[in-house]
Structures are given as structure tokens and as C-alpha cells.
């Protein structure tokens, strides 16, 4: 399914545009032939006279010059460009792709979206992959990158992330464009980051900061690296044992999303969400719940008015979250089960498996266990692969047996972890 425009037959535009340059031209003809002939009555009249007339006429010139320059710039890039018949298939689908994306985790047509990506990801990846890339294909292959990147961080996917910054850091080289190497770099930093290779990731921050550039998406990039420097910190928090090292892992991801706040390119409702989210996740991590709501209520009602479905619901599983650290179950649950509502609405799995994991969770805490196996086992189908998902594996387990008790690990709900907390921003575009 596609959107759908008004037809704009490219034979009567281009003959339209003719028309008025036609009549612009007649119109500037007759004023060229009237300062002619006050030219030729001026200078039989000598002195004075005479400089008025050249003057009119240069004035005249000018006028025609200005009124017709648009017209004719526009001409000029339409031959450079060609006409709309001979747009290449590469161009047409970056243009669709880029429609889609804006709807893509949003309450307006977040589903049609999501299902677009579906069908048509293959498609867009084998056209990436025959492309030649030239400078003048470059702005249309860095396009389509970005559009399947949203994709790939929706779907957690990060072998399909780091082959798609291969392919943009080769486009890069190949062309000169350092913009695009310098954020093929940061987007392998987060596919590494996904993969669990964190000195990888680092390492690749670090090459995206040494090829940065000065222009107009340099500020961009510079929140995206501060922002992905944070995920980082919080990653290795979730690594070290609880202590001064997990302590200092967080305090650094606070800073890199002060940083982050500092650095973005002017108002942007979007990084701002993001950044708040994850300030919100750092007062998770030092436990507490009060710092982490100040955060979460203006960025899901940010979120709310954007209509990023996506990030509201992330906002609202994470206070549900805060909710369980404050001894309120009915309230967290309340919370989550609105937020996997509104990741159902987008079709964002992982959002929808990690919320029905925490209900499941919380009612094997309860010792309602019939509800918990209803729970998890839907988390369970929606993830795929329970060998992946040790938690989601143990509460599951004592579900399924209610001979036993159930048992209250210490990785429950009550102290989030990362797998808890995860999940990747991609409101930072390029």
C-alpha cells in the first residue's frame, strides 16, 4: 500500500510552465521594444534626455532579467535533473521510503507503515546493494539508509544495522562525503552496542568523532554521539556488579545526556523526548523513582503531542516501572498494559514482549499464576527464542509449575535491569 497523490500528469506541468514563460517572454519583449524605441526618440534629442533614455533602458533590462530568473533557474535544473519519466528507480524509492518513515511508530498510520517496511525491506536492500554510488546518487542512497535504519532499530536488528553502515561508510569514502562516513561510523557504534561488543562500539564513537565535519548536520551528529555515549555507560552499568563501578557507569551517562541536551541543533521535540527518557532510565539505575517520573510526565506528554506513539509508550512502560520501585503493583500494571496497547498499535514487538514480560512477572510475584503463564507465554511468542531471555525463561518456568512456589529473583521487577530498561532511541536523524 502506498499514498496516494492527486495525478500530476508531467506533460501538462511542463506544458504549463511553458506557457508562462511564453507569456513572460512576450511581456518582457514588448518592454524591451518600448525602452527601444524611447531609447532611439531620446538620443535624437541629445544631452540630458539622452542619459534618461539609457538609463530606462537598463533599467527595463534589469526588470526583465529579475522577473524571469526564477523561470528560467527553474528550467535549468529541471534539464539537469531530468523530467519526472526519468527519475531512477533508486530516487523513486527513497521518496517512499522517506513518506513511510515519517509515519513509522506514530499514531497516524504507524501500522501501514511498519507493514511497508515488512514487504518492501528486501526490495530497498537489493537496490542498495546493485547501486553504483556516484555524487549525484549519494543524497538518495544516504536517504534510503536512514529510512531502513529506523527499521532495523524497530526490530532490534543489529547485523542487518552494521551492514547498512557499512554499505553508507563505503558511499561516504567513495564520494567525499565525510558527513555521511562520520555518521556511518556513529550508526555502527550503536549496531556493536546491540551486538554487546562495547569496546567496538566505542571505538567506531571514536573515528565518528575524529572524520565530524562543520556543517549543517554536524550538531545532529554531535547529540547522536553523546546520546549513544550514555546508552554505552548504562550498558557497562548493567555489566558491572553493584558498586562504585556501576555508580560511576551512571553518573557518565548522565553527563554524556546533559551534554546531549547542550549540543542539539536548536528546539527539537523529538531529542528532547529521547533525552528525557534516558535521564529517566539513569534515576532508575540510582534508584529513584521520583527523579525518574519528573522525566517521564513531560516526555509522554511531549510524546502524546507529536504523535509518537513509539515513544509514548516507551515513556509509559518506564513509569511503570517506577510505579512497581514505589510499592504500587495495580498502578505498574495499569501502566504497562497502556503501554502495550499503544506498542500493538505501532507493531513494535520487543516494546509489546517486554510489557507483557513485566505483567507476567508481577503476577508470578502475586502468586497468580494462571494469569502469569497467559502473560508470558504471549511475551514468549512474541520473542521467538527463549534461550535469549533467561528471565523471561525462569518466571515462565515457575509459572508452568505451580508445585513449587514461586520464587521472587532478584532481577524482578522491583530492580530493573537493563533488559528492563533498553531500548534504543531513533528520534536523532540526520
Known amino acids: 500500500m502506498t499514498p496516494v497523490e492527486p495525478e500530476k500528469p508531467a506533460a501538462k506541468q511542463e506544458g504549463r510552465r511553458g506557457d508562462v514563460f511564453g507569456i ?25 534626455i539622452s542619459v534618461v533614455g539609457i538609463s530606462l533602458t537598463i533599467l527595463f533590462a534589469l526588470i526583465w532579467a529579475i522577473y524571469n530568473a526564477p523561470v528560467g533557474l527553474r528550467r535549468y535544473r529541471r534539464w539537469r535533473a531530468g523530467t519526472p519519466r526519468e527519475l531512477s528507480e533508486l530516487h523513486v524509492a527513497a521518496e517512499e521510503a522517506e513518506q513511510w518513515l515519517v509515519s513509522l511508530g506514530s499514531d497516524a498510520g504507524g501500522l501501514a507503515a511498519a507493514e511497508w517496511f515488512q514487504q518492501e525491506e528486501p526490495r530497498l536492500r537489493e537496490l542498495l546493494s546493485n547501486e553504483k554510488a556516484r555524487e549525484d546518487n549519494a543524497d538518495d542512497i544516504a536517504r534510503l539508509c536512514d529510512a531502513l535504519e529506523a527499521w532495523y532499530l524497530k526490530r532490534q536488528d543489529a547485523r542487518a544495522l552494521l551492514e547498512l553502515s557499512e554499505l553508507l561508510a563505503a558511499v561516504g569514502d567513495g564520494c567525499g562525503r565525510r558527513e555521511l562516513t562520520e555518521l556511518a561510523a556513529a550508526r555502527a557504534a550503536t549496531a556493536y552496542r546491540l551486538m554487546g561488543d562495547l569496546e567496538a562500539a566505542s571505538t567506531r564513537l571514536g573515528i565518528s568523532d575524529n572524520v565530524a565535519t562543520h556543517g549543517r548536520t554536524a550538531a545532529a551528529l554531535t547529540t547522536r554521539r553523546q546520546v ?13 556488579p553493584a558498586g562504585n563501578d556501576r555508580d560511576e557507569a551512571v553518573l557518565n551517562a548522565r553527563d554524556r545526556l546533559d551534554d546531549a541536551r547542550l549540543s542539539r541543533p536548536g528546539p527539537d521535540l523529538a531529542a528532547d523526548v529521547a533525552i528525557q527518557i534516558n535521564l529517566a532510565i539513569v534515576h532508575l539505575y540510582q534508584q529513584d523513582p521520583e527523579g525518574a517520573l519528573d522525566q517521564l510526565r513531560p516526555a509522554a506528554a511531549r510524546a502524546a503531542v507529536a504523535g509518537d506513539a513509539s515513544a509514548h509508550a516507551h515513556a509509559l512502560e518506564l513509569t511503570g516501572v517506577a510505579a512497581w520501585m514505589q510499592r504500587s503493583p495495580q498502578e505498574a500494571k495499569r501502566w504497562w498494559q497502556q503501554a502495550e496497547h499503544l506498542y500493538a498499535e505501532v507493531d513494535e514487538v520487543e516494546g509489546r514482549a517486554r510489557c507483557l514480560q513485566h505483567l507476567g512477572s508481577a503476577e508470578v510475584v502475586a502468586g497468580r499464576l494462571d494469569n502469569a503463564r497467559a502473560y508470558l507465554e504471549q511475551s514468549a511468542d512474541l520473542h521467538g527464542d527463549e534461550s535469549r531471555h533467561p528471565i523471561l525463561a525462569r518466571y515462565l518456568k515457575a509459572a508452568r509449575d505451580s508445585s513449587e512456589a514461586p520464587p521472587v529473583p532478584d532481577d524482578s521487577p522491583r530492580r530493573p535491569g537493563t533488559n528492563w530498561l533498553r531500548r534504543l532511541l531513533s528520534h536523532l536523524r540526520r
Open 24 to 48: 513572460s517572454a512576450l511581456a518582457s519583449g514588448l518592454l524591451l521594444g518600448l525602452a527601444g524605441e524611447k531609447l532611439s526618440q531620446s538620443l535624437d534629442h541629445g544631452g540630458w
Open 228 to 240: 549513544e555515549r550514555a546508552l554505552l555507560h548504562l550498558a557497562r552499568a548493567e555489566q558491572a
